[in-house]
């Protein structure tokens, strides 16, 4: 596609509910990651793909936060049994087409954002 | 890990002034840093990024300096308009590394006024 694609734009659960969010990257791009954006600040790094295989889960916040990637394209994020903290936008970006040295350029998405009540 | 602290989290200028916004990460074997611009509601997307082996870098109205020693970096926007307002993240990575995550800083709100 011309650019990263997720969805929903928009999820609102209630405290305990399960939720996932999708992710299309750029296609032909080896490298995607997940990142967590709380209101008023950067985004913090959560977990990287590349391909099918989930190189760096470093940065999920407990074991109710799951990433898959299957088929080294689409991906979801699954959060299990939703707090409020986990109230955040979540960006997904992608680089790197296959044969093509890494630039350093991630393209985000438009993000998920996540309210949990 | 890395931590990368940015400053000032807001900042406003008149049309036409400069803007500094800079930043500081802590660690030493990074040497990658893109910053990138958010507009509300939107995307971040890169402006600019500057490697570890120069010292500045330029594209038009936007620079970015880098002092390695003192683990600093800075973007320098001039004569701004009001269509620079925006968030500012500046980041760190190790470049060529097992996975080039970035690290971000915690955003500049730039408001420029017309």
């Known amino acids: 596609g011309a650019g990263v694609s997720q969805s929903p734009r928009y999820k609102v659960a209630k405290r305990g509910q399960d939720v996932a969010l999708r992710c299309d990257p750029i296609?032909?791009?080896?490298?995607l990651f997940w990142y967590q954006q709380a209101l008023g600040q950067g985004p913090e790094f959560l977990t990287y793909?590349?391909?099918?295989?989930?190189?760096?889960k470093s940065g999920l916040p407990s074991d109710r936060f799951f990433a898959e990637r299957p088929e080294g394209s689409v991906s979801t994020l699954k959060i299990q049994r939703t707090q409020q903290e986990d109230s955040a936008v979540y960006l997904c970006?992608?680089?790197?087409?296959?044969?093509?040295?890494?630039?350093?350029?991630?393209?985000f998405g438009e993000g998920s954002r996540l309210t949990v009540l | 890990g890395e931590n990368v602290e940015q400053h000032p989290s807001t900042l406003s200028v008149q049309e036409g002034d400069s803007a500094v916004i800079k930043c500081t990460y802590s660690d030493s074997a990074s040497n990658y840093f893109p910053w990138y611009k958010q507009e509300l509601g939107k995307r971040p997307q890169l402006i600019i990024d500057i490697r570890s082996n120069v010292g500045e870098k330029k594209d038009q109205r936007i620079a970015v300096t880098l002092n390695k020693t003192a683990k600093h970096f800075s973007l320098h926007i001039t004569e701004t308009q009001p269509e620079d307002s925006a968030v500012y993240f500046c980041?760190?990575?190790?470049?060529?590394?097992?996975?080039?995550?970035?690290?971000f800083g915690t955003g500049t709100l730039l408001a420029v006024q017309p």
């Open positions: 296609s032909g791009h080896v490298s």
């Open positions: 970006a992608s680089t790197t087409p296959r044969d093509r040295v890494y630039t350093g350029e991630l393209f």
């Open positions: 980041a760190a990575s190790r470049y060529g590394g097992a996975t080039n995550k970035l690290i």
């Open positions: 793909f590349q391909n099918e295989a989930q190189l760096d």
